[in-house]
């Protein structure tokens, strides 16, 4: 049986540090001198965008976790506190990433995608854990639907987090001006792939059920 007084905790504790990360979102925009440079470099709104999206997200799916499937063992304490880390630096390397391409070298704007898509593929592989660990132990008091749902999502980052990581060593063997683009690509394909594989593993298990 799981701590429900402690697992509620613990998610609100989770929707603090993710409100926290939208607000630093917006206080860490740096104010141009002339209002015409933020419609002239609309990088910094294309960076703002996709990780509020991002980690929108995020919470979308530690909501869904910890309603359903988290349980409060100290491998899930410890790899949920790194997700909520790793969020955090998220916000974090998106300056870094834009500070790269506005004054970086070559060099920078390729350690600065590393960190903030290395961020990103960590969180998943995060998520990735709890929603096994989660499974595995309370897979016999949980709806069909909701066991099915969760092996998808699991599928689905087994599937994202490798292709991501490809990206990553692809792009940085590229042009570095290109590298957000082609990781953001693999991105793309990961979940597109996820997204197969999991529906042909859950029309396998089905079709197992049938027999």
Same mark, same amino acid.
């Given at each position: 049986?799981?701590?429900?007084?402690?697992?509620?905790?613990?998610?609100?504790?989770?929707?603090?540090?993710?409100?926290?990360?939208?607000?630093?979102?917006?206080?860490?925009?740096?104010?141009?001198?002339?209002?015409?440079?933020?419609?002239?470099?609309?990088?910094?709104?294309?960076?703002?965008?996709?990780?509020?999206?991002?980690?929108?997200?995020?919470?979308?799916?530690?909501?869904?976790?910890?309603?359903?499937?988290?349980?409060?063992?100290?491998?899930?304490?410890?790899?949920?506190?790194?997700?909520?880390?790793?969020?955090?630096?998220?916000?974090?390397?998106?300056?870094?990433?834009?500070?790269?391409?506005?004054?970086?070298?070559?060099?920078?704007?390729?350690?600065?995608?590393?960190?903030?898509? +290395?961020?990103?593929?960590?969180?998943?592989?995060?998520? @990735? *854990?709890? &929603?096994? %660990? /989660? #499974?595995?132990?309370? =897979?016999?008091?949980?709806?069909?639907?909701?066991?099915?749902?969760?092996?998808?999502?699991?599928?689905?980052?087994?599937?994202?987090?490798?292709?991501?990581?490809?990206?990553?060593?692809?792009?940085?063997? +590229?042009?570095?001006?290109?590298?957000?683009?082609?990781? @953001? *690509?693999? &991105?793309? %394909? /990961? #979940?597109?792939?996820? =997204?197969?594989?999991?529906?042909?593993?859950?029309?396998?298990?089905?079709?197992?059920?049938?027999?």
């Amino acid at each position: 049986m799981r701590d429900e007084v402690f697992v509620r905790r613990l998610e609100a504790f989770g929707d603090i540090v993710m409100g926290f990360s939208l607000a630093l979102l917006g206080l860490t925009l740096v104010v141009p001198d002339h209002a015409a440079a933020l419609v002239e470099h609309q990088d910094w709104l294309v960076a703002y965008v996709w990780t509020f999206a991002l980690v929108c997200v995020l919470w979308a799916s530690h909501y869904w976790t910890f309603r359903y499937v988290f349980v409060p063992t100290p491998l899930c304490l410890v790899v949920n506190y790194a997700k909520l880390a790793l969020t955090v630096l998220l916000v974090f390397m998106v300056q870094v990433l834009l500070r790269s391409y506005g004054t970086g070298t070559a060099s920078d704007i390729i350690y600065a995608n590393e960190l903030y898509w +290395g961020c990103l593929a960590g969180i998943w592989a995060a998520t @990735a *854990i709890l &929603l096994v %660990v /989660g #499974l595995r132990d309370r =897979r016999s008091s949980l709806p069909p639907e909701i066991v099915a749902r969760c092996r998808t999502r699991i599928y689905r980052i087994a599937a994202t987090v490798p292709v991501m990581v490809a990206g990553i060593l692809i792009g940085a063997h +590229g042009r570095p001006g290109n590298m957000s683009m082609v990781v @953001a *690509i693999a &991105l793309l %394909v /990961g #979940l597109a792939v996820g =997204r197969i594989v999991a529906a042909l593993a859950s029309k396998g298990q089905n079709a197992t059920n049938v027999s």
